[in-house]
T-cell receptor
Framework: KAGVTQTPRYLIKTRGQQVTLSCSPI?????VSWYQQTPGQGLQFLFE???????NKGNFPGRFSGRQFSNSRSEMNVSTLELGDSALYLC????????????FGQGTRLTVV | GEDVEQSLFLSVREGDSSVINCTYT??????LYWYKQEPGAGLQLLTY?????DMKQDQRLTVLLNKKDKHLSLRIADTQTGDSAIYFC??????????FGDGTTLTVKP
């Protein structure tokens, strides 16, 4: 199965804290996309990074940010956590070309209390 | 462990119906989703079904769920060239885990 690695798998934070999630894409993939998934809502697109640059951005507040390193690993940061940020955060990697297929990691389950 | 399987390719003629199949293994699935990935774009949610339903219809889309066989299908009626994309099946479980299939590439020929 696809080798996208997300860490940590589970996380519990309190309101007002900040959190950083990590995603290591499949070797050779330069595109990393982040999604938030909640029951009944499906995936909501956060942003996509390609070659260390944010290429696409969804409709989330500025508390959600990300970055990508030269080895294509990506981090997502959420500041001033709110209860509504509790969700499964998924990252997907692809080669970044028009025809490329996305491969998903197992996600990080964030619970905000 | 959890696994979601789907065939990798499907080719149909414009105007025909497309049926994309998916099997899953985790019986604790609460939601099952179908996503569409168009060239160069991220995933978009097409439709979803609760695990206690067996059918959901939404315009040209029909989702059928057979819980006993853990089989999910997506039927697209009157398939158009604009439906050409990769379709992902995914399950979401009570434990808050999500597993995606590898996607089915649908090619619609004029």
């Amino acid at each position: 199965k696809a080798g996208v690695t997300q860490t940590p798998r589970y996380l519990i934070k309190t309101r007002g804290q900040q959190v950083t999630l990590s995603c290591s894409p499949i070797s050779g993939h330069r595109s990393v996309s982040w999604y938030q998934q909640t029951p009944g809502q499906g995936l909501q697109f956060l942003f996509e990074y390609f070659s260390e640059t944010q290429r696409n951005k969804g409709n989330f507040p500025g508390r959600f940010s990300g970055r990508q390193f030269s080895n294509s690993r990506s981090e997502m940061n959420v500041s001033t956590l709110e209860l509504g940020d509790s969700a499964l955060y998924l990252c997907a990697s692809s080669s970044g070309t028009v025809e490329s297929r996305a491969f998903f990691g197992q996600g990080t389950r964030l619970t905000v209390v | 462990g959890e696994d979601v399987e789907q065939s990798l390719f499907l080719s149909v003629r414009e105007g025909d119906s497309s049926v994309i199949n998916c099997t899953y293994t985790d019986s604790s699935s609460t939601y099952l989703y179908w996503y569409k990935q168009e060239p160069g774009a991220g995933l978009q949610l097409l439709t979803y079904i609760f695990s206690n339903m067996d059918m959901k219809q939404d315009q040209r889309l029909t989702v059928l769920l057979n819980k006993k066989d853990k089989h999910l299908s997506l039927r697209i009626a009157d398939t158009q060239t604009g439906d050409s994309a990769i379709y992902f099946c995914a399950e979401y479980t009570n434990a808050g885990k999500s597993t995606f299939g590898d996607g089915t590439t649908l090619t619609v020929k004029p």
